[in-house]
């Protein structure tokens, strides 16, 4: 079994940053693909963002050079550097993984969630 947990999130202010970390324990040996979704009130979840134990990277169009997802597979770990961070960003983030990429719904494990709000 896999646990994962995140945290970092909180309030902020249009434009500014936060920074989440989502760290794994447990049978980690197969979590190729860790990524970070969101769900915000009233919509489905989406990717945000998600990384290859190899560092191969993707995001979502409306993340991109804003957020940053980087790796330490020594310290099972999976960060999201978010910048310029917007409203439309407020939702509760998740961090999710597995063997592969299956979408926002189809990853094996998932972390509980930390609330990220964005104020104008």
């Known amino acids: 079994?896999?646990?994962l947990v995140e945290?970092?999130?909180g309030l902020?202010?249009?434009?500014g940053s936060l920074r989440l970390s989502c760290a794994a324990s447990g049978s980690i040996n197969g979590l190729n693909v860790m990524g970070w979704f969101r769900q915000?009130?009233?919509?489905q979840r989406?990717?945000?963002?998600?990384?290859?134990?190899?560092?191969?990277?993707h995001y979502v169009g409306s993340?991109?050079?804003r957020f940053?997802?980087?790796?330490?597979?020594?310290?099972?770990?999976?960060?999201?550097?978010m910048n310029s961070l917007k409203p439309e960003d407020t939702a509760v983030y998740y961090c999710g993984s597995g063997s592969l990429y299956r979408g926002p719904s189809g990853m094996d494990?998932?972390?509980?969630?930390?609330?990220v709000t964005v104020s104008s």
């Open 109 to 115: 494990y998932w972390g509980k969630g930390t609330l």
């Open 63 to 65: 993340v991109k050079g």
């Open 12 to 15: 902020v202010q249009a434009g």
């Open 68 to 81: 940053t997802i980087s790796r330490d597979n020594v310290k099972k770990t999976v960060y999201l550097q």
């Open 1 to 3: 079994q896999v646990q």
């Open 46 to 57: 989406e990717l945000v963002a998600f990384i290859t134990r190899a560092g191969i990277s």
């Open 40 to 43: 915000a009130p009233g919509k």
């Open 7 to 9: 945290s970092g999130g």
